[in-house]
């Protein structure tokens, strides 16, 4: 059965990617063993790995001196690796809370050092990135750039004068980004980079020397710039994956991707404004392009919805738990045939089919 996979994460992933995983899986490139055999200490798999690095350098222009991280651990550990290894100078931390996964990041960051807010959206009700110019001289300022689970994104990068570290995990690879504007790039691949297990850190180098003598192997992220992500066993299989979805990334054309991602969203926005039962709560100039919150302001016609929409196999539909409604994801590997088979499926139910 084909379904259209509309996941907040893990997430859709590009056909081809699967059905190339699936015919190097008992066999990878002839050495008659599969990546999920290969020891991390082969050639073969560092050069998959390299390879990796390689293509992402490529595709997000990042310059030399970032250093790129492969860890495990999801995003959130890295709500507790920045603040041990970045917050040690001053022992602050600056966040712009836009929703749910800033403050789960102040929250961890809070059992460490102090934390502050300097703006917020939440009298909005996170339907908004907040505008207001940025002061901090904190260790550094941490945002959130898209909001999973509200549906916004911030579109310029906020100027400060401490470094700048921001959760890119369902947004990385979606449009293009100024890796030199940020300090640290962060964001787990089980939403636009491939399967879980894999988080992706971009260090600037020189934020490295922060970290402090008494933090544990794993912690540190100068232990794993200094080992090339292989001082432990990395997640192999899920970096595989990523280099597939970057190979495929760049064979579509980068600019094809974020274009077609731009008109995916512009047409189920358009749908949603002009309708007269579905609706989208978010700023216009803040919404984002990868998770889509819709909702039809009634839970009982909003959960007949989602069972209309599973039985035309549009899946995965149903709002974050904490927001209710409606969300459709629409990460790099979401065709436009699943956009436009979800626009025909919410124009039926409008009509009163059921
Ligand atoms: C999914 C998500 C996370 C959490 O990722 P895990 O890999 O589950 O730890 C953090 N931040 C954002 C913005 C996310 O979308």
């Known amino acids: 059965m084909t379904v259209f996979n509309f996941s907040a994460g893990p997430a859709v992933l590009p056909v081809p990617v699967l059905l190339k995983a ?38 997000l222009q990042i310059p030399d001196h970032y250093r790129v991280l492969f860890l495990q651990g999801g995003a959130t550990l890295q709500f507790s690796m920045l603040p041990l290894n970045l917050a040690t100078v001053r022992q602050r931390v600056d966040f712009i809370d836009t929703g749910s996964w800033s403050q789960k990041a102040m929250q961890d960051a809070e ?25 901090s001289d904190a260790d ?21 004068d401490v470094p700048l570290v921001a959760d890119f995990s369902s947004s990385i690879l979606s449009e293009p980004i100024d890796v030199s504007q940020f ?29 402090p003598d008494r933090l544990g192997s794993y912690l540190r992220y100068d232990t794993h710039a200094t080992h090339h992500s292989l001082y432990n066993t990395p997640p192999t299989y899920s970096i595989y994956l990523t280099k597939l979805v970057l190979e495929w990334i760049k064979e579509q054309g980068f600019d094809t991707i974020v274009e077609r991602n731009r008109k995916q969203a512009a047409s189920l926005y358009a749908y949603l404004d002009q309708s007269t039962l579905f609706s989208n709560p978010v700023a216009i100039q803040d919404r984002s392009r990868m998770n889509i919150p819709f909702t039809t302001s009634e839970t009982e016609l909003d959960e007949q919805f989602l069972q209309f929409a599973e039985r035309h196999q549009l899946v995965n539909l149903k709002g974050h738990r904490s ?12 065709p436009t045939a699943g956009v436009d088979a979800l626009i025909a499926v919410l124009e039926r139910f409008e009509q009163g089919e059921r």
């Open 22 to 59: 699936q015919s190097e899986l008992l066999n990878y490139q002839g050495s008659g063993q599969s990546v999920l055999e290969l020891s991390h200490r082969s050639g073969l798999f560092e050069h998959i790995i390299e390879e990796t690095e390689s293509l992402l350098r490529e595709l």
């Open 111 to 135: 059992a460490f050092i102090q934390t502050n807010i300097v703006a917020s959206s939440k009298a909005d009700r996170y339907r908004s990135i907040p505008t207001d110019t940025i002061r």
């Open 140 to 160: 550094y300022l941490h945002i959130t750039w898209n909001n999973t689970l509200e549906g916004t994104t911030f579109t310029s990068v906020p100027t400060v």
């Open 183 to 211: 300090d640290v790039i962060y964001a787990g691949a089980q939403k636009n980079l491939g399967s879980a297990g894999m988080t992706l850190v971009i260090i600037k180098e020189d934020l490295l020397q922060r970290t």
């Open 323 to 334: 927001v209710g409604g409606m969300r459709a994801s629409l990460y790099n590997a979401m």
